[in-house]
T-cell receptor
Framework: KQEVTQIPAALSVPEGENLVLNCSFT??????LQWFRQDPGKGLTSLLL?????REQTSGRLNASLDKSSGRSTLYIAASQPGDSATYLCAVRRGSYIPTFGRGTSLIVHP | GAVVSQHPSRVICKSGTSVKIECRSL??????MFWYRQFPKQSLMLMATSNEGSKATYEQGVEKDKFLINHASLTLSTLTVTSAHPEDSSFYIC????????????FGPGTRLTVL
C-alpha cells in the first residue's frame, strides 16, 4: 500500500524566503506525481504534474523535482509571497487514476 | 476557469435528513468521477469511484447504503448522504480525470457539510 508523507506539516516564514517542501512515498512504481494547492475551505488547484519519466517541472516561481528511486519529490517556491499562503498537497498515482495524497504542508508567508 | 463544479458549496442540515451533493464536469465528459472526504487538517481520503452506467465502487470501510452515488450522465455524479449524523460533517470533494495532454485530475471546489 502506497504511503505518502509530507514534511514539514506546517511552515511559517517571512516574505521573500525561498522554500522547500518535501514529499516522500513508499512505492517507487508510480505513474506520476502531482502537487496541489488548497486554500482554506476550498478545493484543490493543480500546480505541477511530473510524469514518472521526468525529473522536474517548472511553473513560474515553482519548481518540482522527482527522484523515483529514492521515493522523493521536492516543491521549491522561490521568493515567497503572502499570497502563497495555503496548504500544499502531494499526490502520487500508481496505474489507475486514483492518487494517494499526503497530509499536506500548511504554509504561512507573513509580510 | 473551473472545469469541475460542485453544488452546493455549503450545506447545514439537521440530524436524520438526507443531503445531495452534485459534481459536474463542465467542458468534458467524465465516465469516471471520484468522491473524497477531508477532515480538518487531514488529507483527502477516497470514498468511492463513480462510474457512468454502472455501480459505484466503494473503498473499504465506506458504507454504500449511507453514501449513495449515482453517475447519471457523462457530466454529472451525485453523492447523497442519507440519514446524516454529526459525525458525517466534513468537507466533500469530487474529482474527474481528463485524459489526453497532461492526463490530470480536476477537482471540484468542495462542499462543506455540517450536520447539527
Amino acid at each position: 500500500k502506497q504511503e505518502v508523507t509530507q514534511i514539514p506539516a506546517a511552515l511559517s516564514v517571512p516574505e521573500g524566503e525561498n522554500l522547500v517542501l518535501n514529499c516522500s512515498f513508499t512505492d517507487s512504481a508510480i505513474y506520476n506525481l502531482q502537487w496541489f494547492r488548497q486554500d482554506p475551505g476550498k478545493g484543490l488547484t493543480s500546480l505541477l504534474l511530473i510524469q514518472s519519466s521526468q525529473r522536474e517541472q517548472t511553473s513560474g516561481r515553482l519548481n518540482a523535482s522527482l527522484d523515483k528511486s529514492s521515493g522523493r519529490s521536492t516543491l521549491y517556491i522561490a521568493a515567497s509571497q503572502p499570497g502563497d499562503s495555503a496548504t500544499y498537497l502531494c499526490a502520487v498515482r500508481r496505474g489507475s487514476y486514483i492518487p494517494t495524497f499526503g497530509r499536506g504542508t500548511s504554509l504561512i508567508v507573513h509580510p | 476557469g473551473a472545469v469541475v463544479s460542485q453544488h452546493p458549496s455549503r450545506v447545514i442540515c439537521k440530524s436524520g435528513t438526507s443531503v445531495k451533493i452534485e459534481c459536474r464536469s463542465l467542458d468534458f465528459q467524465a465516465t469516471t468521477m471520484f468522491w473524497y472526504r477531508q477532515f480538518p487538517k487531514q488529507s483527502l481520503m477516497l470514498m468511492a469511484t463513480s462510474n457512468e452506467g454502472s455501480k459505484a465502487t466503494y473503498e473499504q470501510g465506506v458504507e454504500k447504503d449511507k453514501f449513495l452515488i449515482n453517475h447519471a450522465s457523462l457530466t454529472l455524479s451525485t453523492l447523497t448522504v442519507t440519514s446524516a449524523h454529526p459525525e458525517d460533517s466534513s468537507f466533500y470533494i469530487c474529482s474527474a480525470p481528463r485524459s489526453g495532454g497532461a492526463d490530470t485530475q480536476y477537482f471540484g471546489p468542495g462542499t462543506r457539510l455540517t450536520v447539527l
